[in-house]
Nanobody
């Protein structure tokens, strides 16, 4: 059974930072070669934030987070991270990590999400 567990969310002031983590387990096939982060705010559609290839570490970012967010991976720990700096109120959302075949594919599995709130 595939399980993804996110952690690291919370309340932060504008301009602050948070680091999200996501541990994956139960993936018995190696063809899921990418991990993505997406977010969803109340009343808004799901929005892809970033993606990382597990094989070569290539990364992709949504335009509004470029230069502020960084995704990384630790394959030995089956963990991916999302370092979020210079947070803005519009970054407030539930953040989910997801498993994909590659960064051009649809999300196959995702976790329960972690709330990020940016507010003064």
């Amino acid at each position: 059974q595939v399980q993804l567990v996110e952690s690291g969310g919370g309340l932060v002031q504008p301009g602050g930072s948070l680091r999200l983590s996501c541990v994956a387990s139960g993936l018995t096939l190696d063809w899921y070669n990418a991990r993505g982060w997406f977010r969803q705010a109340p009343g808004k559609e799901r929005e892809g934030v970033s993606c990382i290839s597990l094989s070569d570490g290539s990364t992709y970012y949504e335009d509004s987070v470029k230069g502020r967010f960084t995704t990384s991976r630790d394959n030995a720990k089956n963990t991916v991270y999302l370092q979020m700096n210079s947070l803005k109120p519009e970054d407030t959302a539930v953040y989910y990590c997801a498993v994909l075949r590659d960064c051009y594919s649809d999300y196959e599995y995702w976790g329960q999400g972690t709330q990020v709130t940016v507010s003064s």
